[in-house]
């Protein structure tokens, strides 16, 4: 079974600044994807970024990039420019390619980071 | 608007009072999930279906209680509720399970029982 693990139940930032929450994960699977969802106070699960574990090319969207280690299995997301809209709760996901595995389609969340922006 | 709706946003229940809370997408998505959210342990899945009458376990079954009669809806029933399904419910769907295919989330359902 995959596990994915956050070991930073809390981050802080001065707006404009960059941040980079922690995300690691374990598999022995090859093929897969990771994401980063967003959960402002409104509660709603917002999907930030994606990585496909078969592209070497770190994601990027905008003020959001990922560092993706294949090989150390780690995923971290970097958020440059912070804005006090940034602040939420960030949860690394896994979600494997196999689809002859039980776990086919389910996400496998961390525990959540939250990050606070200072102004 | 393509979107995953749920009802109620909110309850609070008794222990023991059957309670059925209603997932539809409007996307033609096969595969739908149910996951639950508690504090230091993420979201985790209750139940998942691939198809039309599809339906399995997901890592956290126990109490719940599923079906897909039609490929809009997947509604999660609590027969007999307890304390410990206090908790964020997120109904989800994608268009297949493979991962290229973003996993739609609905709103919540916060769910008290005491």
């Known amino acids: 079974a995959q596990t994915v693990t956050q070991s930073q139940p809390e981050m802080s930032v001065q707006e404009a600044e960059t941040v980079t929450l922690s995300c690691t994960y374990d598999t022995s699977e090859s093929d897969y994807y990771l994401f980063w969802y967003k959960q402002p106070p409104s509660r709603q699960m917002i999907l930030v970024i994606r990585q496909e574990a078969y592209k070497q090319q770190n994601a990027t969207e905008n003020r959001f990039s990922v560092n993706f280690q294949k090989a150390a299995k780690s995923f971290s997301l970097k958020i440059s420019d912070s804005q006090l809209g940034d602040a939420a709760m960030y949860f690394c996901?896994?979600?494997?390619?196999?689809?002859?595995?039980?776990?086919?389609?389910?996400?496998?969340f961390g525990q959540g980071t939250i990050l606070t922006v200072h102004p | 608007e393509a979107q995953v709706t749920q009802n109620p946003r909110y309850l609070i229940t008794v222990t023991g009072k059957k309670l059925t809370v209603t997932c539809s997408q409007n996307?033609?998505?096969?595969?739908m999930s149910w996951y639950r959210q508690d504090p230091g342990l993420g979201l985790r899945q209750i139940y998942y279906s691939m198809n039309v009458e599809v339906t399995d376990k997901g890592d956290v079954p126990e109490g719940y209680k599923v079906s897909r009669k039609e490929k809009r809806n997947f509604p999660l029933i609590l027969e007999s509720p307890s304390p410990n399904q206090t908790s964020l419910y997120f109904c989800?769907?994608?268009?297949?399970?493979?991962?290229?295919?973003?996993?739609?989330f609905g709103p919540g359902t916060r769910l008290t029982v005491t």
């Open positions: 996901a896994y979600r494997s390619a196999y689809a002859g595995g039980t776990s086919y389609g389910k996400l496998t």
């Open positions: 989800a769907s994608s268009l297949t399970p493979f991962p290229r295919y973003e996993q739609y």
């Open positions: 996307m033609n998505h096969e595969y």
